[in-house]
């Protein structure tokens, strides 16, 4: 599966990798390129999964500010309600697709 912002993939995996959290998919870090994301200011907490980290995608063609979130270090008692530690992994929204 790709992460795509315009013709430019962000993030590349095969589907058994990722990881599938209330209808986002999350790309292991290993799979994306963080060389086109920038830490946002934005602030989010969730009661389940904790404090998420908001990026910026920018390529050289587009921008899309908070396009990207991933949880750095998520509770421990999250891990069992997804089956897995999906701590630093990458989810994508706004104008970012992800396709197969």
Known sequence: MKAMLGD???AEAHRDDLIRIEGNWYFP?????TALLEKSDTAYSCAWKGDAQYFTVKT???ESADAAFSYPQPHATSFDRVGQDFSNYVAFWK???VVD
């Open 60 to 62: 050289g063609d587009a």
């Open 8 to 10: 430019t993939v962000i």
């Open 29 to 33: 870090p290993a799979a994306v390129n």
């Open 95 to 97: 104008d970012v697709r």
